[in-house]
């Protein structure tokens, strides 16, 4: 492949679909958009120029890491870029278009896929038409090669339009799912004099056509990953030699579901995998459990949390078993500002396209973008997470999760036309 600017964006949706990158993996995606920012004459921060390395959570190990960068080599990504982002993925690009005082204007896309395995049924149209997922156990299936494809819309768009005075700040974030990459790119420079920002979603059950202009309650979320380690001894000949590490895991997973549901509000727990691969006959020395905890106040998903930890360190006393548990990804509640939130109804009432404006609705689910949110609130700019329907035929995270194209259009349009009206308010004011 020569580069993505020749393609259209549908295409070039359906070509990051195809070679999907779980998170701190997208080097193929990473490179191959840097490329066509670059010519377009934005200013592009890579990898640690546009994540603080220290803060970032859930990291594969540095075999996999290497191995995502070799494949995205091996897939066309540009070497240039790849040398420049070394291990780290994520990129952020700027450029200011007509006066520089216009209003500094951020907009959050992110890249990652999931590690799961696509659908190859006849109903499944990435299947039929030829661009599902060639990495195994890797799929695009919450839709985040929209989001890029949209980025990158922006881009080629504003290039054509003469009516946004101002600086353009475009977030490629890498790991949003499991919440590991916006914490780490919300600690960056690059957050410091941001007036407006948007981040975005594609469907989240909403039909082609509609828009959220500001979702709200979200959930706080943790997720830890915890090893029990024990004793192992033959079963039969020696069962109270051994430290069941098992038995510590099995004992922690009854007692995390009980954790008392809070007065102040919802909460949630669950532990998605427990892992001990010990024969009948042994006393298992190793148990692995992957456990999330939500709350809808980051206080009610602390104490989530706190309690969860508790469970554990104690299921592991009861069994003379020691453990270790390591924060694998985590997000905050956000509250979107009513006057962005209004700028961004008004845009999407004026497109054609749109047809139908939702100013708030609940999210219902996690997002790391709200550190983004929240540290360009803190500096003293507005922000909104908006949604863009798409008419999903599959729910999200699952294998036959699919979007409608056209909302590629007209996530590119809403963001546009906001744009517009934020540069002329600025320049009234
Ligand atoms: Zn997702
Ligand atoms: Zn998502």
Not at 122 to 138: K, L, M, V
Not at 308 to 323: D, F, K, L, Q, S
Request: charged share 25%; aromatic share 6%; glycine share 10%.
């Amino acid at each position: 492949m020569a580069t993505i600017s020749e393609l259209s964006l549908s295409e070039l949706r359906r070509d990051l679909h195809k070679y999907p990158e779980a998170g701190w993996k997208e080097f193929r995606t990473t490179s191959l958009i840097a490329e066509e920012l670059d010519e377009r004459g934005y200013t592009v921060h890579l990898g640690a120029d546009a994540i603080d390395t220290d803060e970032r959570l859930g990291v594969p190990n540095n075999d996999e890491i290497e191995r995502a960068r070799d494949r995205a080599r091996d897939e066309g990504a540009p070497e240039p870029y790849l040398d420049q982002m070394s291990s780290v993925t994520g990129l952020i690009a700027e450029k200011t278009f007509g006066e520089k005082s216009g209003p500094v204007v951020g907009v959050r896309v992110d890249m990652d896929a999931l590690e799961m395995t696509e659908s190859s049924d006849a109903e499944h149209r990435p299947a039929t038409d030829g661009f599902a997922s060639c990495h195994p156990n890797e799929m695009h299936a919450c839709g985040h090669d929209g989001h890029t494809t949209i980025g990158v819309g922006i881009a080629r768009t504003l290039d054509v339009t003469d009516n946004f005075s101002g600086t353009i700040k475009l977030f490629f974030q890498p790991a949003e799912e499991g919440g590991r990459g916006g914490l780490p790119m919300s600690k960056t420079a690059h957050f410091t004099d941001i007036d407006h920002f948007i981040a975005l979603h594609l469907g989240l059950g909403n039909e082609t056509g509609t828009i959220i202009a500001g979702y709200e309650r979200p959930l706080s979320n943790a997720k830890i990953d915890v090893e029990f380690h024990g004793e192992s001894a033959h079963a039969g000949k020696a069962p109270n030699e051994g430290r069941n590490a098992l038995q510590a895991a099995t004992t922690a997973i009854q007692n995390l579901y009980a954790i008392p549901r809070h007065e102040d509000g919802a909460t949630r727990i669950n532990v998605g995998q427990v892992h001990s691969p010990n024969a009948q006959n042994v006393i298992a020395d190793n148990a692995q459990m992957r456990v999330e905890v939500r709350g809808e106040a980051a206080d009610l998903n602390e104490y989530m949390l706190d309690t969860a930890n508790r469970v554990i360190e104690h299921a592991a006393g009861m069994h003379a078993v020691e453990y270790d548990t390591n924060l694998y990804g985590k997000t905050t509640t956000f509250e979107a500002d009513t006057e962005l939130v209004t700028v961004v109804a008004d845009a999407a009432h004026s497109l054609g396209t749109v047809t139908n404006v939702v100013e708030r609705e609940p999210i219902g689910a996690s997002e790391d973008a709200s550190y983004l949110i929240k540290r360009v609130q803190a500096e003293g700019g507005q922000a909104t997470y908006i949604g863009v329907g798409a008419s999903n035929p599959s729910g999200h995270h699952t294998s036959r999760f699919d979007i409608d194209e056209d909302a590629l259009d007209i996530g590119v349009d809403v963001v546009i036309e906001t744009l517009k009206q934020l540069s002329l308010t600025h320049s009234q004011q």
